[in-house]
């Protein structure tokens, strides 16, 4: 075993790990409860009372099944480099990083990097994957973008498709030519770049991901992204109409859609606060009352981002336990 893969695995069976990341997400609940409060906690509570506690019960676990989507492009993704890691135990490693979601652009999920190192997976094999992850959810959520507004009938609908389509070549492009033998020596500032990298061999990671990233194998992994997002954006709006708030299904699913990818563009923490507001901003500019707009953003994140952190967390708990005997 390497000298960095030992620090890895002894640092799994550090209690301070554990200790910050519990740290981390009990002071991500508590700045949002405390948001909740400020927004009007009796408004609030009536509004997701409405809902009904089988209603949210349904969707949480309807919502859960967007993870087993993303986990079977991982699992494709790992296997394009010859891995084969055993499959309840590599779900769990898988479930330990949505612990760390609420991340700048989700980059604590690549925690689990740690985690499959004692399953012989090299870092720059899944950081690899995790780049495949990220940017085919882009590319999956132009593709729901554009679903959604076509049926709500905008006249920009073909802007998403566009987006879709500029994204997929261009990256194509660029996996295709670092695919060439001494692509990096061809360009100096691209060998200048991958020395910035803050991770080490930033070079073998990008080489990896060229490697997967292949235009059908894409186009695949982007319709998987597509349907688990699509399902969570399902949620949201099946939430709007129990509500009774009238606003259409591919009007809820497009605001999802753009709810989502500003949260993601803002860099903050899973979006905190970012995608809330633009929930409720695009459902009162529908007519939807504040109170009940605040309560459908806060409903649907909690089977969505706190369902998923709660998850993560337990199967964090129980990977590190497992490191710790395994070291």
């Not at 949201?236 to 500003?262: D, E, K, N, R, Y």
Request: charged share 10%; with cysteine.
């Amino acid at each position: 075993m390497s000298g960095a893969a030992a620090r890895l695995q002894l640092a799994l069976g550090d209690p301070r790990i554990i200790r910050a990341v519990v740290l981390f997400v009990s002071a991500a609940v508590l700045l949002y409860l405390s948001a909740i409060f400020w927004f009007g906690w009796t408004g609030t509570a009536a509004a997701l009372s409405s809902l009904g506690l089988k209603t949210i019960l349904l969707a949480a676990l309807l919502s859960s099944t967007s993870y087993l989507w993303r986990f079977g492009r991982w699992e494709s993704s790992l296997r394009c480099f010859g891995h084969q890691v055993p499959m309840w135990r590599h779900l769990a490693i898988y479930l330990s990083g949505l612990g760390l979601t609420a991340t700048p652009g989700k980059s604590g999920e690549t925690f689990r990097s740690a985690l499959l190192l004692q399953q012989g997976v090299r870092v720059s094999h899944s950081l690899a994957a995790f780049i495949v992850d990220r940017a085919s959810d882009v590319l999956g959520m132009c593709l729901l973008g554009f679903a959604a507004a076509w049926m709500a009938g905008q006249v920009l609908a073909w802007a998403w498709m566009l987006a879709f389509g500029m994204l997929l070549l261009g990256s194509c492009i660029f996996a295709g030519f670092l695919r060439q033998p001494h692509a990096g020596a061809c360009w100096g500032w691209l060998s200048r770049a991958w020395q910035r990298l803050p991770v080490k061999s930033g070079q073998a990671v990008l080489e990896s991901w060229a490697g997967v990233w292949k235009l059908p194998r894409v186009t695949a992994y982007s319709v998987v992204a597509m349907i688990a997002y699509g399902t969570q954006a399902l949620v949201f709006a099946w939430f709007c109409a129990a509500a009774g708030t009238g606003v259409p299904v591919a009007a809820c699913v497009l605001i999802f859609v753009q709810a989502t990818l500003f949260g993601a563009a803002s860099m903050l923490p899973g979006g905190l606060g970012a995608m809330e507001a633009a929930l409720v901003i695009q459902l009162t500019e529908r007519g939807v009352d504040g109170g009940v707009a605040v309560s459908m953003a806060i409903a649907i994140r909690l089977v969505t981002l706190w369902l998923g952190m709660a998850i993560g967390a337990l199967s964090l708990l129980s990977s590190a336990k497992q490191a710790a005997r395994n070291a």
